[in-house]
T-cell receptor, first 111, second 109 residues
């Protein structure tokens, strides 16, 4: 499969724990995006990278969230001290031009 | 961040009918307007997209109509099929996508 790959697909964690998600973009795509989607809503932009540079972070991204894209390849999104409000689907997308392709997402449940 | 308004929230159409979903945007910097289709438990999949210098784009049963002066665009699904039942999102793009709130389409046989 040469699409965007996200791991894990599902994560259940206790409140206060740290979690890390991984995204592998389509190879040669230089842009990588993270979005968050809650039930019944459209995806909300969190942050994006061009190669290894993080170019923009949404105000939604509190200081408990951090994203990295070392060497401009895969990316990780870490949430520290998870809260119940962090429960959502976390989507990764990549693009080379304007067309963005999404992965299947990681569904996070904080209990 | 809500710069794209989408309606209706849900839509029920009979098989063979036309499904119409409308979006309105505020940010005149948007230069690309895609529509995404999302099935439960899956990520959004790009369906069709348009640039603001074009008033209409058709791909198979899917057509985007774009009205730049009104800052509105719509998706028309002709000959709707049960397999089209999904949630549809419009979006505007500058350097990132800003999505509408989605329309849940149900097509009944």
């Amino acid at each position: 499969d040469t699409g965007v790959s996200q791991d894990p697909r599902h994560k259940i964690t206790k409140r206060g724990q740290n979690v890390t998600f991984r995204c592998d973009p389509i190879s040669e795509h230089n842009r990588l995006y993270w979005y968050r989607q809650t039930l019944g809503q459209g995806p909300e932009f969190l942050t994006y990278f061009q190669n290894e540079a993080q170019l923009e972070k949404s105000r939604l991204l509190s200081n408990r969230f951090s994203a990295e894209r070392p060497k401009g390849s895969f990316s990780t999104l870490e949430i520290q001290r998870t809260e119940q409000g962090d429960s959502a689907m976390y989507l990764c997308a990549s693009s080379l031009t304007v067309e963005a392709f999404f992965g299947q997402g990681t569904r996070l449940t904080v209990v | 961040q809500q710069q794209v308004k989408q309606s209706p929230q849900s839509l029920i159409v009979q098989k063979g009918g036309i499904s119409i979903i409308n979006c309105a945007y505020e940010n005149t910097a948007f230069d690309y307007f895609p529509w995404y289709q999302q099935f439960p438990g899956k990520g959004p999949a790009l369906l069709i997209a348009i640039r603001p210098d074009v008033s209409e784009k058709k791909e198979g049963r899917f057509t985007i109509s774009f009205n730049k002066s009104a800052k509105q665009f719509s998706l028309h699904i002709m000959d709707s099929q049960p397999g089209d039942s999904a949630t549809y999102f419009c979006a505007g793009d500058t350097d990132k996508l800003i999505f509408g709130t989605g329309t849940r389409l149900q097509v009944f046989p």
